[in-house]
């Protein structure tokens, strides 16, 4: 789960930019409504990071984004450099 909420902000931001904010705020609804069920059924309240962890790469993800493009980037590169 936390894989998953951490990878998620990036791949909305790439795939449905003019939908993002709409789509997290509906993301963070549903875990709101979700996470106490989940820490209740497995009696384990770690499940609460999932939010934090959500609210961090939300937060971040024009800074993750820039990442990813200079990574796309550098990679571009060094497959032409390499006749790739």
């Known amino acids: 789960a936390i894989g998953w ?3 998620k902000p990036l791949m909305l931001y790439i795939t449905r930019r003019e ?3 709409s789509l997290i705020r509906e993301m963070k609804k549903n875990l709101e409504i979700s996470i106490p069920k989940f ?3 497995f009696r384990n309240d770690q499940f609460k990071q ?3 962890e959500l609210s961090y790469y939300d937060k971040n993800v024009k800074k993750h984004f820039k990442a990813f493009q200079a990574t ?3 990679w571009f590169q060094l ?3 390499a006749g790739i």
């Open 79 to 81: 497959t032409k450099n």
């Open 72 to 74: 796309k980037e550098a």
């Open 19 to 21: 939908e993002y904010e």
């Open 50 to 52: 999932i939010m934090e």
């Open 39 to 41: 820490c209740a059924y």
């Open 5 to 7: 909420v951490r990878y």
